[in-house]
């Protein structure tokens, strides 16, 4: 599992590259976030040397990955996913077949502009809760346990709270896949307005400098903004 559509080209293609090394017949898989058209090019490019690409992206979080609890959202043949089932049963929870190769990667970008968006309300609410003098811990106690209060919002505001922005998912990742998702949905007609608006969000905290922390950490320009 690789950063982006850069990284995973440099694995695979070249004279040293994954592709140049792999046997006729090999299940191929590809773990990392990226976008469609990357896959269903890397797609092409494996069925090209006789074997089969499945896009496998995962949900799940750093103690998921070291507890093998991970969900697997995977894109291509049936056929393939079964001669691959056995290494991905060791490392996840649930394994996932979502359709035809780069529907796993599609599902994965509408998964993670979900939680960038939340993440960003979440900040902006903060920000006015804090700026406004409302107890914050009674606020946070009604929304949390209320409709917005989703499994994200519940650990993100521990973490905004705490400040405490110890890496679970690093913030320059989720501003990439923000960025991946609004591709994804001018392939279809679709602004993605509110994805739009959080990449924004991301990006300004990017520029303060907090790229390699954790992706709460966007609540932190909103609040120095507030004093």
Same mark, same amino acid.
């Given at each position: 599992?690789?950063?982006?559509?850069?990284?995973?080209?440099? *694995?695979?293609?070249? %004279?040293?590259?994954?592709?140049?090394?792999?046997?006729?017949?090999? *299940?191929? *898989?590809?773990?990392?976030?990226?976008?469609?058209?990357w896959?269903?090019?890397?797609a092409?490019?494996?069925?090209?040397?006789?074997?089969?690409?499945?896009?496998?992206?995962?949900?799940?979080?750093?103690?998921?990955?070291?507890?093998?609890?991970?969900?697997?959202?995977? $894109?291509?043949?049936?056929?393939? #996913?079964?001669?691959?089932?056995?290494?991905?049963?060791?490392?996840?929870?649930?394994?996932?077949?979502?359709?035809?190769? $780069?529907?796993?990667?599609?599902l994965?970008?509408?998964?993670?502009?979900?939680?960038?968006?939340?993440?960003?309300?979440?900040?902006?609410?903060?920000?006015? @809760?804090?700026?406004?003098?409302?107890?914050?811990?009674?606020?946070?106690?009604v929304?949390?346990?209320?409709?917005?209060?989703?499994?994200?919002?519940?650990?993100?505001? $521990?973490?905004m709270?705490?400040?405490?922005?110890?890496?679970?998912?690093?913030?320059?990742?989720?501003?990439?896949?923000?960025?991946?998702?609004?591709? %994804?949905?001018?392939r279809?007609? #679709?602004?993605?307005?509110? *994805?739009?608006?959080?990449?924004?969000?991301?990006?300004?905290? @990017?520029?303060?400098?907090? $790229?390699?922390?954790?992706?709460?950490?966007?609540?932190?320009?909103?609040?120095?903004?507030?004093?």
């Open positions: 599992m690789v950063a982006d559509d850069a990284a995973s080209r440099a *694995v695979w293609r070249g %004279e040293h590259g994954a592709l140049a090394g792999a046997a006729r017949g090999t *299940v191929l *898989v590809e773990c990392s976030t990226l976008t469609v058209s896959i269903e090019e890397l092409r490019e494996a069925a090209s040397v006789g074997c089969e690409l499945l896009d496998a992206p995962v949900t799940g979080s750093k103690t998921h990955a070291a507890s093998g609890e991970l969900s697997f959202l995977v $894109g291509g043949s049936a056929a393939a #996913l079964e001669t691959a089932r056995p290494v991905l049963s060791v490392m996840s929870r649930a394994i996932v077949h979502v359709g035809a190769t $780069g529907r796993g990667a599609l994965k970008l509408i998964n993670n502009f979900l939680a960038g968006v939340q993440a960003a309300s979440l900040a902006e609410a903060l920000a006015l @809760i804090e700026r406004s003098g409302l107890d914050r811990a009674k606020a946070l106690e929304l949390t346990s209320g409709a917005p209060g989703s499994p994200l919002v519940k650990t993100l505001s $521990g973490r709270t705490a400040r405490d922005y110890t890496p679970h998912f690093l913030l320059r990742l989720m501003a990439k896949d923000l960025t991946y998702a609004l591709g %994804e949905g001018r279809y007609g #679709l602004s993605l307005s509110t *994805v739009a608006s959080a990449l924004e969000v991301h990006k300004e905290a @990017i520029a303060r400098g907090r $790229g390699e922390e954790d992706f709460s950490v966007i609540v932190e320009p909103l609040r120095e903004k507030a004093v």
